[in-house]
């Protein structure tokens, strides 16, 4: 059987995260006794930091890492043109003719500056 060969890190709740800061803010302990203390690395540390003084509490955000970054990732979703009003389907066809003269432009540009 083979031994792990890095150290897993300990894993801390929210609340536990919390009380970690209010003791370093509270002067309590420095930065670099919470790192050594309790096994953090000063990235992550400084992480939980931020979003306390953001949010007021630490941010639980394992198993987050993809989700909801960009609603533009992955493949575009299908339009259904049936359940659009009319309005909204002339504004669809106006930022399409919109893309159609941008590309047509920069063509042209590039055309130019390469000839």
């Known amino acids: 059987m083979s031994e792990r060969k890095t150290r897993k890190h300990p894993q801390y709740t929210i609340e536990q995260k919390n009380e ?41 955000g394992r198993g987050k890492a993809t989700k909801n970054k960009s609603p533009y990732k992955g493949r575009p979703k299908k339009i259904d043109f049936e359940s659009m009003t009319k309005e909204e389907l002339i504004e669809y066809i106006k930022v399409g003719e919109e893309i159609k003269k941008v590309i047509a432009y920069l063509r042209k540009q590039r055309k130019n500056t390469t000839s």
């Open 20 to 60: 970690i800061i209010k003791a370093y803010l509270r002067q309590e302990i420095r930065m670099l006794e919470v790192t050594k203390r309790y096994d953090i690395n000063k990235g992550v540390f400084q992480r939980w930091l931020k979003q306390y003084r953001q949010f007021g509490t630490a941010v639980d």
